[in-house]
T-cell receptor, first 114, second 114 residues
Framework: AQTVTQSQPEMSVQEAETVTLSCTYDTSESDYYLFWYKQPPSRQMILVIRQEAYKQQNATENRFSVNFQKAAKSFSLKISDSQLGDAAMYFCAYRSGAARQLTFGSGTQLTVLP | GAVVSQHPSRVICKSGTSVKIECRSLDFQATTMFWYRQFPKQSLMLMAT?????????EQGVEKDKFLINHASLTLSTLTVTSAHPEDSSFYICSAWELYNEQFFGPGTRLTVL
């Protein structure tokens, strides 16, 4: 079974600074997708970024980018120019290419300090 | 973007009663919907996967007789918590699969059983 590990339960960053959230996963599959989701205090899950395993290029979405290290099975999220609205719980997630279910990590609570 | 709604957003009920939660995909058809349970400051735990017109597939440890799931149309899935007890109090989240854009999540339902 696939597992997703987020080793940082809590992180904090100063407004306008950069922060990196870590995620590792374990799988024997070659076809899979990785995601970062944001859950703000409203608890609405929001997709931040998606990475296809077959793509070597790291995904980016504005201030959000990932460092996808396939051999190391590492998938970290970098948030640049942090804003107060980035404060949330962030979940790393895995989906097998042959399935629709997501496997979530335990989450990282990000605090943005003014 | 695709929108998923949940109703109600909050519900309080007495122990022993049943509660129904609705999940609707508003602007797309969802052949597959998912139900999650989330405890405070924890990750999402997949309870079951429902496919339109067929029986739901429950995750190990989830009581199918307590958590009844019906996916009668391509835009509606319901979760009924039968004979609810205080330990069933939790935050319940649904998501709907949209073919090209993965899972879209509903805003969640907070269930409190007195």
């Amino acid at each position: 079974a696939q597992t997703v590990t987020q080793s940082q339960p809590e992180m904090s960053v100063q407004e306008a600074e950069t922060v990196t959230l870590s995620c590792t996963y374990d799988t024997s599959e070659s076809d899979y997708y990785l995601f970062w989701y944001k859950q703000p205090p409203s608890r609405q899950m929001i997709l931040v970024i998606r990475q296809e395993a077959y793509k070597q290029q790291n995904a980016t979405e504005n201030r959000f980018s990932v460092n996808f290290q396939k051999a190391a099975k590492s998938f970290s999220l970098k948030i640049s120019d942090s804003q107060l609205g980035d404060a949330a719980m962030y979940f790393c997630a895995y989906r097998s290419g042959a399935a629709r279910q997501l496997t979530f990590g335990s989450g990282t609570q990000l605090t943005v300090l003014p | 973007g695709a929108v998923v709604s949940q109703h109600p957003s909050r519900v309080i009920c007495k122990s022993g009663t049943s509660v129904k939660i609705e999940c609707r995909s508003l602007d797309f058809q969802a052949t597959t919907m998912f139900w999650y349970r989330q405890f405070p400051k924890q990750s999402l735990m997949l309870m079951a996967t429902s496919n339109e017109g067929s029986k739901a597939t429950y995750e190990q440890g989830v009581e199918k007789d307590k958590f009844l799931i019906n996916h009668a149309s391509l835009t509606l899935s319901t979760l009924t918590v039968t004979s609810a007890h205080p330990e069933d109090s939790s935050f319940y989240i649904c998501s709907a699969w949209e073919l090209y854009n993965e899972q879209f999540f509903g805003p969640g339902t907070r269930l409190t059983v007195l």
